[in-house]
């Protein structure tokens, strides 16, 4: 720490750390440009062309995505359920340990 107020007369005199110390971090892989990886993908066909879904299409989408909600609902009260009783058991469970210890400490002191 001494050498804080030294002037510095070269490069490596700029770091804090000394060369031993630097971790050796691997260069990047070179990438092609972005425009050149483009140019080599095959173009997409009729990209642009809008459709509109026929009215079955749209009903068994929105009938998937009906069940899928419904199964996601029933799911989450399953767990919310299932968190519930964990919960009244862990109480359960303290409660008994306390009123034991409580016990315990009441035998302690009379004895």
């Known amino acids: 720490m001494e050498d804080l107020h030294r002037e510095i007369t070269e490069d490596y005199e700029l770091s804090d750390r000394r060369d ?45 995505a009906h069940r ?3 199964e996601i609902n029933t799911r989450d009260a399953y767990d919310a359920g299932r968190e519930a009783e964990e919960r009244a058991a862990d109480l359960n469970r303290w409660s008994a340990d306390d009123m034991a210890a409580e016990e315990e400490l009441t035998l302690v002191d009379e004895g």
């Open 20 to 64: 031993d110390d630097r971790i050796d971090e691997p260069e990047p892989p070179a990438r092609d440009d972005v425009r050149e990886e483009s140019t080599r993908e095959p173009h997409q066909l009729e990209e642009d062309a809008v459709r509109v879904p026929s009215a079955e299409e749209v009903t068994s989408s929105l009938d998937r």
């Open 68 to 70: 899928a909600l419904v």
